[in-house]
Nanobody, 114 residues
């Protein structure tokens, strides 16, 4: 079982930056894949970025070149650095972890607005 606790959301102006953190309850090196989804108001949840236990990383086309996923194994934490934020990036961001089962964090709100 994996518990995930997210932090780092908030209100930011267009063009600004935020860093989301996702702390896992166990060694993330033992987790096959971790990553971030987001759900804008009235829309379906969509994949933003993910990182595997072998440090393979992938991104949604809409965030490539602006967002970076990384991890700190010693802290059992995955990060999402978000730069050049746009209003359309506004959403609830969810951390997830996949082993033989899937686990979700509680979500953190990101609002990009002037």
């Amino acid at each position: 079982q994996v518990q995930l606790v997210e932090s780092g959301g908030g209100l930011v102006q267009p063009g600004g930056s935020l860093r989301l953190s996702c702390a896992a309850s166990r060694n993330i090196f033992t987790i096959n894949t971790m990553g971030w989804y987001r759900q804008p108001p009235g829309k379906q949840r969509e994949l933003v970025a993910e990182i595997t236990s072998r440090d393979s990383r992938s991104y949604a086309d809409s965030v490539k070149g602006r967002f970076t996923i990384s991890r700190d194994i010693a802290k059992n934490t995955v990060y999402l650095q978000m730069n050049s934020l746009k209003p359309e990036d506004s959403a609830v961001y969810y951390c997830y972890a996949r082993t033989t089962l899937g686990y979700w964090g509680q979500g953190t709100q990101v609002t990009v607005s002037s």
